[in-house]
């Protein structure tokens, strides 16, 4: 629905709603076409969470070493968390974003 209002008029689909899309998709293009795009989006959520889940304890098990208030480390390795997270899945989110367009 987002990039549909990208296409030429010729091929724009004009749903008007949610649940017009989810009536339309299966009867128009097939039900396989409900999952068009999945993989992008999986193989990206992949690289998201494994950039997350990698550093977060890693860099509070190092950080607690030299910082003594609690909640400075909570702050201070969530954001190398998310900033490493952030930068493991741009290349997968701009390829995704492509494919599904």
Same mark, same amino acid.
């Given at each position: ?8 008029? *010729? $091929?724009?689909? &004009?749903?008007?709603?949610?649940? &017009? ?11 396989? *076409?409900?999952?068009?795009g ?10 998201? &969470? ?7 304890? =890693?860099?509070? =098990?190092r ?25 493991m899945?741009?290349?997968?989110? &701009?390829?995704?974003? $492509?494919?599904?367009?």
């Amino acid at each position: 629905m987002q990039s549909d209002a990208t296409l030429e008029a *010729a $091929k724009r689909r &004009n749903y008007t709603s949610f649940f &017009n899309a989810a009536k339309r998709i299966p009867t128009e293009e097939g039900i396989t *076409a409900l999952w068009a795009g999945g993989v992008p989006t999986i193989i990206r959520a992949m690289a998201l &969470n494994l950039g997350m889940f990698t550093t977060y304890e =890693e860099s509070k =098990e190092r950080l607690a070493k030299h910082i003594a208030n609690k909640n400075a480390v909570f702050l201070a390795s969530s954001t190398i968390s998310g900033a490493v997270a952030a930068t493991m899945s741009l290349p997968f989110d &701009n390829a995704k974003t $492509k494919l599904q367009a």
